[in-house]
């Protein structure tokens, strides 16, 4: 067995990639990053001991959590760079706390070549110091949430906005993973992991509104103009803010893919008359779309899927994302933006996009735009015109079953409205759902980090009715999942107290069978069945 990865949903046979990751990730990419993973838990031991809080040792740990997300960076030579970084870092927090015999392996151990990386790598696994399943179960629920709540707070650093509990507690986290700790103790940190990923949602919100305006109600366009285009995929704006200003005036569109599209919602974007509007679907079609596409694709986060030589001379990355042969857009100097010139160079040579379909789509509900709205929701339910809110957010993904999540959408009662955020919306966001009293039936608040933004109407709605639990407003979770920012999101979840939750199109293969009961018994986690029984139990409230 060359490698072991089960973090995300697609994972083989729901237990673990063990020859090559269903994502196109393969040994060589796959131990690497187990390799990063142990080497930050190093930096961690550390910073731990010598309580050094340093913002620079935070930052890196959440740097590179994020180059390890699935569909991220399956580049090695952007990972031993990371890699050979970590040495440094560690080395310096090494220095200032002295002699330790007690240190863990991940604190201890040097390489230099290659060569040694490999034979490391093949040896450390992300869980290693763990052979209790139960412990290793929860270790991977806590390590997997800190991987997407790194990301958001990546994002936020990008903008300027940084929280230093948020990198405190990924210093107490990744440390712990060497200790041999108890269940409670886990389940503690677990926990935890959910508080600093509401901390970290809530300063990505904080970076995105206070720097773009908060997102507006938009109809986005989903159909193309005669210039060329230049497409933008993923989850930073901060790229997406220096990419509008970089091609106005070029004769060049710039269009939004999959988790972009809620930058069509931003008001500082909506000034540039180039902004075309959004191309395609989710992730997972990137290979149809990019093909027709025919201008330049800049991947800014994660969700690369393999690329095929047809389009990889138009394709880039940024940032903490990374793919073998594509060319890379470097990081920005102190004070400067990054460099799109080659991108948009590119794009003028190329042929307009080829219309996939024509139309428009609503979004831009974030909670400000909800709130905005609550004496009407509220009417709406007293009236008894909306019977039931349905939480769809969270991931798209390939597997057939996840037409359960249109079928859903398509069975659910005209008295329910649907809440959601994340790429989980391709799968009913062009479905004709109609609206309730001039309130749409699919109200989207963004990006997968915006399930904060549900989070916060649930809350809100909770006070306006005067309840005292947020279990029982009529709302009912039914949310997919597919890498590890839906980790962090379902955390966050358990930890602002809400149970009764769906989970699909499977329950998570790294969750242990004594794991998964105390989740049940819990917080009433259920697996996603048959659509019309549970659609007839989120109705019922159950």
């Given at each position: 067995m060359g490698m072991y990865c089960n973090q995300c949903q697609e994972t083989v046979k729901n237990t673990a990639c063990t020859a090559k990751g269903v994502c196109g990730k393969n040994e060589s990419t796959s131990n690497l990053h187990d390799l990063l993973i142990f080497l930050l838990q190093g930096i961690s031991y550390y910073a731990e001991k010598t309580g050094n809080k340093e913002r620079k040792y935070g930052l890196f740990l959440c740097q590179s959590l994020f180059a390890t997300i699935t569909n991220a960076n399956f580049d090695d030579d952007k990972i031993e760079k990371l890699i050979r970084q970590a040495f440094v870092l560690r080395g310096e927090l090494k220095a200032k706390a002295g002699n330790d015999n007690n240190a863990p392996d991940c604190a201890v151990w040097e390489g230099k070549t290659k060569e040694e990386f490999a034979q490391k790598a093949l040896l450390t696994g992300v869980l290693s110091y763990s052979s209790n399943e139960d412990a290793r179960s929860l270790k991977s629920l806590m390590l997997f949430g800190l991987k997407g709540l790194a990301a958001y707070a990546d994002h936020a650093a990008m903008l300027g906005y940084y929280d230093d509990?948020?990198?405190?507690?990924?210093?107490?986290?990744?440390?712990?993973?060497?200790?041999?700790?108890?269940?409670?103790?886990?389940?503690?940190?677990?926990?935890?992991?959910?508080?600093?990923?509401?901390?970290?949602?809530?300063?990505?919100?904080?970076?995105?509104?206070?720097?773009?305006?908060?997102?507006?109600?938009?109809?986005?366009?989903?159909?193309?103009?005669?210039?060329?285009?230049?497409?933008?995929?993923?989850?930073?704006?901060?790229?997406?803010?220096?990419?509008?200003?970089?091609?106005?005036?070029?004769?060049?569109?710039?269009?939004?893919?999959?988790?972009?599209?809620?930058?069509?919602?931003?008001?500082?974007?909506?000034?540039?008359?180039?902004?075309?509007?959004?191309?395609?679907?989710?992730?997972?079609?990137?290979?149809?779309?990019?093909?027709?596409?025919?201008?330049?694709?800049?991947?800014?986060?994660?969700?690369?899927?393999?690329?095929?030589?047809?389009?990889?001379?138009?394709?880039?990355?940024?940032?903490?994302?990374?793919?073998?042969?594509?060319?890379?857009?470097?990081?920005?100097?102190?004070?400067?933006?990054?460099?799109?010139?080659?991108?948009?160079?590119?794009?003028?040579?190329?042929?307009?996009?080829?219309?996939?379909?024509?139309?428009?789509?609503?979004?831009?509900?974030?909670?400000?735009?909800?709130?905005?709205?609550?004496?009407?929701?509220?009417?709406?339910?007293?009236?008894?015109?909306?019977?039931?809110?349905?939480?769809?957010?969270?991931?798209?993904?390939?597997?057939?079953?996840?037409?359960?999540?249109?079928?859903?959408?398509?069975?659910?009662?005209?008295?329910?409205?649907?809440?959601?955020?994340?790429?989980?919306?391709?799968?009913?966001?062009?479905?004709?759902?109609?609206?309730?009293?001039?309130?749409?039936?699919?109200?989207?608040?963004?990006?997968?980090?915006?399930?904060?933004?549900?989070?916060v109407v649930a809350l809100k709605l909770k006070e306006v009715f005067g309840l005292k639990d947020i279990n029982e407003l009529p709302i009912s979770f039914d949310i997919a999942w597919y890498e590890q920012k839906a980790v962090a999101v379902l955390l966050a979840l358990l930890f602002l107290g809400v149970k009764g939750i769906r989970l699909g199109p499977t329950l998570p293969a790294f969750l242990s069978p004594g794991v998964a009961k105390v989740l049940v018994e819990k917080f009433n986690i259920k697996a996603t069945g048959e659509v019309k029984a549970d659609v007839d139990a989120m109705m019922a409230g159950k």
């Amino acid at each position: 067995m060359g490698m072991y990865c089960n973090q995300c949903q697609e994972t083989v046979k729901n237990t673990a990639c063990t020859a090559k990751g269903v994502c196109g990730k393969n040994e060589s990419t796959s131990n690497l990053h187990d390799l990063l993973i142990f080497l930050l838990q190093g930096i961690s031991y550390y910073a731990e001991k010598t309580g050094n809080k340093e913002r620079k040792y935070g930052l890196f740990l959440c740097q590179s959590l994020f180059a390890t997300i699935t569909n991220a960076n399956f580049d090695d030579d952007k990972i031993e760079k990371l890699i050979r970084q970590a040495f440094v870092l560690r080395g310096e927090l090494k220095a200032k706390a002295g002699n330790d015999n007690n240190a863990p392996d991940c604190a201890v151990w040097e390489g230099k070549t290659k060569e040694e990386f490999a034979q490391k790598a093949l040896l450390t696994g992300v869980l290693s110091y763990s052979s209790n399943e139960d412990a290793r179960s929860l270790k991977s629920l806590m390590l997997f949430g800190l991987k997407g709540l790194a990301a958001y707070a990546d994002h936020a650093a990008m903008l300027g906005y940084y929280d230093d509990e948020v990198f405190a507690f990924v210093i107490k986290a990744l440390a712990a993973i060497p200790k041999n700790l108890g269940a409670d103790e886990l389940t503690a940190l677990v926990l935890e992991t959910g508080e600093t990923s509401v901390k970290a949602m809530a300063l990505l919100d904080k970076a995105n509104t206070e720097t773009y305006g908060k997102p507006e109600i938009t109809k986005v366009n989903i159909g193309v103009r005669n210039n060329p285009g230049i497409l933008i995929s993923g989850h930073d704006l901060k790229d997406m803010e220096e990419l509008l200003k970089q091609t106005d005036g070029t004769g060049v569109d710039v269009y939004t893919h999959s988790e972009m599209l809620p930058a069509n919602y931003y008001p500082a974007f909506k000034k540039y008359k180039h902004f075309a509007g959004n191309y395609g679907g989710s992730w997972w079609h990137q290979n149809k779309e990019f093909e027709t596409f025919n201008g330049p694709i800049l991947m800014t986060t994660n969700c690369i899927v393999p690329v095929r030589d047809s389009y990889k001379d138009r394709m880039f990355t940024t940032g903490m994302a990374g793919y073998p042969g594509v060319k890379h857009i470097s990081d920005r100097e102190q004070g400067k933006a990054k460099d799109f010139s080659e991108v948009i160079a590119l794009a003028k040579k190329c042929a307009p996009p080829v219309e996939l379909e024509k139309g428009e789509i609503i979004g831009g509900f974030a909670h400000d735009q909800i709130l905005a709205l609550a004496d009407k929701v509220v009417d709406a339910v007293k009236s008894g015109a909306i019977k039931r809110f349905v939480v769809m957010g969270g991931c798209d993904g390939r597997q057939p079953g996840r037409s359960y999540f249109t079928e859903v959408a398509e069975n659910l009662p005209k008295d329910t409205v649907i809440l959601t955020a994340g790429c989980a919306k391709y799968r009913y966001n062009k479905l004709q759902l109609g609206d309730i009293g001039g309130i749409p039936r699919v109200l989207d608040a963004g990006q997968c980090n915006d399930s904060y933004s549900l989070a916060v109407v649930a809350l809100k709605l909770k006070e306006v009715f005067g309840l005292k639990d947020i279990n029982e407003l009529p709302i009912s979770f039914d949310i997919a999942w597919y890498e590890q920012k839906a980790v962090a999101v379902l955390l966050a979840l358990l930890f602002l107290g809400v149970k009764g939750i769906r989970l699909g199109p499977t329950l998570p293969a790294f969750l242990s069978p004594g794991v998964a009961k105390v989740l049940v018994e819990k917080f009433n986690i259920k697996a996603t069945g048959e659509v019309k029984a549970d659609v007839d139990a989120m109705m019922a409230g159950k």
